[in-house]
């Protein structure tokens, strides 16, 4: 069955930087598309962007551009997502995702970065 | 401001059916684009209660059922449970943005 496993809570000090990782199981790695979701505090969903595991090209959200860094490792079949410059706003959970075989929709369990001095 | 509307808040009694709405627009869900539903618990990951508009996912109770007309989709909820109080939102693509688009959450009190 299709799992996305994240890394564990990462706690970092303002400036510093992050990386996320989404290991991917039980379906071809390049076959979908991998998307990264964010969720701060009391906050909504907000999508980050995408990138395409056949090529490797990103895509990014108009509000994710610059400090995040999607790259992928497909010997390991993993994603990951790179922030740099970490600010206070960038803590939140942060999610991937992909949508597989008949537009099912799985997501990883969700990696907590918390920015904090 | 979210590109799908959904209400802030819905409230039932225990026993009682809601439906929540999910709005978009000709460039979403008009564009006959897929609409999902998730259960959001403080913490957790967002639990899939309907894929590609009515699906329900192994181990998802026939309580929770999706549909989708023109630009609109709606997650109904039968016979509400306590366990069933969290925010739900909906989610698509939009071709304009070229994005997957959530709605703006709703929270569910049951009474």
């Known amino acids: 069955q299709v799992q996305l496993v994240q890394s564990g809570s990462e706690l970092k000090k303002p400036g510093a930087s992050v990386k996320v990782s989404c290991k991917a199981s039980?379906?071809?790695?390049?076959?979908?598309?991998l998307n990264w979701v964010r969720q701060a505090p009391g906050q909504g969903l907000e999508w980050m962007g995408w990138?395409?595991?056949?090529?490797?090209?990103?895509t990014y959200a108009q509000d994710f551009t610059g400090r995040f860094v999607f790259s992928l490792d497909t010997s390991v079949s993993t994603a990951y997502l790179q922030i740099s410059s970490l600010e206070a706003e960038d803590t939140a959970l942060y999610f991937c995702?992909?949508?597989?075989?008949?537009?099912?929709?799985?997501w990883g369990q969700g990696t907590l970065v918390t920015v904090s001095s | 401001q979210s590109v799908l509307t959904q209400p802030p808040s819905v409230s039932g009694a225990p026993g009682q059916s809601i439906t929540i709405s999910c709005t978009g627009s000709s460039s979403n869900i008009g564009a006959d684009y897929d609409v999902h539903w998730y259960q959001l618990l403080p913490g957790t990951a967002p639990k899939v209660l309907i894929y590609a508009n009515i699906n329900r996912p192994s181990g998802v109770p026939d309580r929770f059922s999706g549909s989708k007309s023109g630009t609109s989709a709606s997650l109904a909820i039968t016979g509400l449970q306590s366990e069933d109080e969290a925010d739900y939102y909906c989610q698509s693509y939009d071709s304009s943005l070229s994005a997957w688009v959530f709605g703006g959450g709703t929270k569910l009190t049951v009474l």
């Open positions: 039980g379906y071809s790695f390049k076959t979908y598309a």
């Open positions: 990138i395409n595991t056949d090529t490797g090209k990103p």
């Open positions: 995702a992909t949508k597989g075989a008949r537009g099912r929709i799985y």
